[in-house]
Every structure is written in structure tokens, then in C-alpha cells.
């Protein structure tokens, strides 16, 4: 059973910090693309940063400049540094999995179909 773990969530100033783990199990890890997705109350789930299992990364325009997404193979954990944190960046945010194997850093939630449990992001003014 393939298991996703968030952590790293926190309630931040504007203008600060934060940086979220994914812990993903069993550790077949390498061969995968993952993905960052958030969710405002009220919104819909939305794409924040992906990477593939070759290390491409793709970002969402409003992060981009602001957020880093990383991942550590041998540690199976994938990462999103988020900086210069905005009040509109606060929702939860999900790690995903892709569904196939050696794919592209893909942007449709639809493609993953392993998810993490959420944690929550909030920025205050």
C-alpha cells in the first residue's frame, strides 16, 4: 500500500517562510514524477510545482521565483521550499504521485493517483 505523509505546515507572517516535506512509502520512489497541489476553502485543488523522477521541474505562475520543489531519492521524500509567503498562498497543500512510471513533471491532478493527507499553510498580513 503506497502511503503519503505531509509535514512542515505552519501559520507564517507574510514575507516568511516554510518548507514542506513528503515522505512517500514503500520506497519505490525513484521512478515516479510528484507533484504539490493546494487547496483554498472554497477552491478548487490547484497545481502548485511538480517534478519528474528525472529531476525537471515545472512551477505555477503565481509561485514561480518563490517556492523550490526537490526531492531526495535515497531519503524517498520530496520537498517544497516555499519563500516570501503570500496571505493568497494559504490553503492546504498535498503531495500526489504519479500514476505511471518515468513520466513528465505533470500539471493535472488527474494524472497522480497516490495523495498525501494535506497540511495546512497559513499566511497572515
Known sequence: QVRLVESGGGHVQAGGSLRLSCIISPPIFDRYAMGWF???PG????FVAAISWSGGVTY???VKGRFTISRDNAESTVYLQMTNLKPEDTAVY??????GQFGVEHKVPSLYNYWGQGTQVTVSS
Not at 477552491?43 to 490547484?46: Q, S, Y
Open 60 to 62: 505555477e505562475d503565481s
Open 94 to 99: 498535498y503531495c500526489a504521485r504519479d500514476s
Open 43 to 46: 477552491k478548487e485543488r490547484e
Open 38 to 40: 493546494r487547496q483554498a
